[in-house]
């Protein structure tokens, strides 16, 4: 088992006001995605407030920006999760409440077991990965580092034309 955990954030920007009608449908699933989020298998912790809201964190100047932060035992398991639940129907549908962005919106990243990344550091990666491309610091689904501990993959196999057949 790994001494290291998958954080993620993702940010966007919502096309209202979490109480406002363009949001009811996002806001009314949001308990529910954050449940199958929570019991999904390799789910470690979520950013939240001490009644379970992340929407009302908002570490940025633009108050219509929303952060979501956690972390997964690795990238499957969070691959998993967003491409494979009912989290797809919700992601299908963000256009309806997100505006378009066209610089990078989620960033990974490999943190020690237990550690609770802040929403600067998360920050901080993000910015790293818009400046860089994907790196072992900030990567994406696309791009995906393995874990600092992860053993290296075994070579492929090559057939040497200098063996007998047998």
Request: proline share 8%.
């Amino acid at each position: 088992m790994s001494a290291w955990e998958l954080a993620q954030l993702n940010i966007g920007i919502i096309k209202g006001p979490m109480d406002s009608p363009v949001m009811a449908d996002f806001a009314a699933n949001l308990d529910r995605i954050n449940a199958v989020a929570e019991q999904s298998p390799g789910f470690v912790w979520r950013l939240q407030t001490e009644e379970g809201d992340a929407t009302s964190i908002r570490p940025f100047d633009d108050p219509n920006l929303l952060v979501n932060m956690s972390t997964w035992r690795d990238v499957q398991a969070l691959n998993r999760y967003v491409y494979s639940s009912a989290h797809v129907e919700i992601m299908r549908r963000r256009r309806e409440w997100f505006e378009r962005m066209d610089q990078a919106f989620l960033v990974l990243w490999w943190v020690p077991q237990g550690h609770r990344p802040s929403v600067d550091e998360a920050v901080a990666r993000l910015e790293l990965l818009r400046a860089l491309g994907p790196t072992a610091e900030a990567f994406s689904f696309r791009r995906a580092f393995p874990a600092p501990d992860a053993s290296p993959p075994l070579a492929p196999a090559r057939f040497d034309d200098t063996c007998p057949a047998t």
